[in-house]
């Protein structure tokens, strides 16, 4: 990872990371989120545009990973229903594994390289993923 190969992670280094990632990111998102906003209004049934202006939203603050799996849907069958943003989930993904991993490899500096300082930070992490996987 690049933020693994700094010696320390400071405010400097994270703001270096995010920036570049929002450059990367943000625009071309937010011009198809607009171009989308815009246009699919106006080719779907009245009663689609609440739906998809909720899946905006959601897609807007990088969370369509999240409201599939609060919403319990099929992403295969998504792809025969109306959802056009059905694809975004994986810049949800992305930006998710942004914000949490740099304050993972922070901490596991902290805790230091040794197994038995790795382990309990390991269990944690496996049950809260479980006990999110249980929960939705």
Do not use: M
Not at 99 to 107: A, E, H, N, R, T
Not at 112 to 122: F, K, N
Request: charged letters at 15%; a positive charge.
């Amino acid at each position: 990872s690049i933020l693994a190969r700094e010696r320390t992670i400071d405010f400097k280094v994270l703001t270096g990371f995010y920036t570049r990632r929002f450059k990367r990111i943000v625009p071309l998102y937010a011009l198809l989120l607009l171009f989308l906003f815009l246009l699919v209004p106006l080719l779907l049934l009245a009663r689609d545009v609440a739906k998809f202006l909720s899946d905006v939203v959601w897609a807007a603050v990088f969370a369509t990973n999240i409201h599939s799996v609060v919403d319990q849907t099929d992403y295969f069958a998504e792809l025969f229903d109306s959802n056009v943003l059905t694809h975004t989930w994986s810049l949800g993904v992305e930006i998710q594994y942004y914000l949490i991993v740099p304050f993972l490899i922070s901490l596991q500096r902290l805790l230091g390289d040794r197994l038995i300082c790795r382990l309990p930070y390991l269990i944690i992490l496996v049950a809260a993923s479980f006990s999110f996987q249980c929960l939705t």
